[in-house]
């Protein structure tokens, strides 16, 4: 028996988790699949501010429309589809009175979205499909993190009730405290310099994304419980060798425990920090909508990481027994 990894489907799923994983797992393919081909489209417009006569920037703003037509059609099923758990969550949120992670996520989707149909319809303006693009394909990825890490957790290990708790009340006035700094900040911009005001309000939505915040926990649930089965598997591997075999004693549990939560702490303040230190910049306009969506998921991805060094642990106990075996 080997360490599962974050993305081995735990065994004994029911049919319905493991549709609803494909499914999530289809939806990620595709919008990364879109946004490639939508980054693409974007390409000519990269190029404007460096065109010199008058002839050419006519041409480029020819082809310029033609391609956000083009991303316009694409963008539509990844709104729509690769985008819909989003909507789900966040009209199942605000039917219970609450404001959840996926409210400020379909506030930013919107808000790059709808003005680009706009521009898009009237032949001129700014959009942001790339930035729309992005945002969900990245958002998906680190909805799958989540999920392979929430799957993890709920087949092997209880979640810890102390820890889960601590986790939501700093979701929730995370994601309170966001979406009140992007309407503020969107209507200073949109008073004093409305050209950009769309953009620097679509980032700070991005930003208010807490997908890290809400992965932290789980992520290192998930690590721990794996941590579990690889030293299960040392132990079979000595039992089958003629070695004396056995459970874990309740020292390397309880030490393992208190490395799980040292873990999830760590990556609750990693996450928080982030966010402190990315937002005042997106305030400041020096961060753009597609930009945000990358910072976004490295800190998954960071989160991740952080928590998985939990299954190459060693107890202090163990090292000399590792240094005599080398």
Wanted: proline share 6%.
């Amino acid at each position: 028996m080997q360490a599962r990894s974050l993305f081995s489907p735990p065994p004994h799923m029911s049919d319905v988790q493991r549709r609803a994983r494909r499914h999530l797992l289809a939806q990620t393919g595709l919008a990364w699949l879109i946004m490639m081909q939508v980054m693409m489209l974007a390409f000519p417009g990269y190029l404007r501010p460096g065109v010199q006569s008058a002839q050419s920037l006519l041409a480029l703003q020819e082809a310029i429309v033609l391609m956000n037509w083009l991303s316009l059609i694409l963008c539509v099923p990844l709104v729509l589809y690769c985008a819909w758990p989003v909507w789900r969550g966040a009209w199942a949120s605000l039917g219970q009175g609450r404001v959840g992670m996926d409210v400020p996520v379909a506030l930013g989707i919107l808000a790059a979205f709808v003005p680009s149909v706009w521009a898009t319809w009237q032949g001129v303006g700014e959009v942001y499909f790339d930035s729309v693009s992005m945002f969900v394909a990245f958002l998906l990825s680190a909805r799958f993190l989540q999920y392979c890490a929430g799957q993890a957790v709920g087949q092997y290990a209880p979640i810890d009730p102390g820890l889960m708790r601590q986790g939501d009340r700093l979701a929730f006035w995370f994601v309170c405290i966001q979406l009140l700094l992007a309407v503020l900040v969107g209507l200073w911009w949109w008073v004093w310099q409305p050209q950009h005001a769309v953009a620097v309000t679509v980032a700070l939505l991005v930003m208010s994304c807490p997908c890290a915040l809400a992965m932290s926990i789980p992520a290192a649930q998930a690590a721990r419980q794996a941590a579990w089965l690889r030293t299960q598997s040392g132990q079979s591997g000595q039992t089958t060798q003629g070695g004396s075999g056995g459970g874990s004693c309740p020292a390397d549990d309880a030490w393992a425990e208190h490395r799980m939560q040292q873990i999830a702490r760590q990556n609750l303040m990693g996450s928080l920090a982030w966010h402190v230190l990315m937002t005042p910049l997106a305030a400041m306009g020096w961060v753009q909508p597609w930009l945000a969506a990358i910072t976004m998921l490295l800190s998954s991805v960071a989160v991740a990481a952080n928590a998985w060094r939990l299954v190459h642990d060693v107890h202090p106990r163990a090292l000399p027994q590792l240094a005599r075996a080398r």
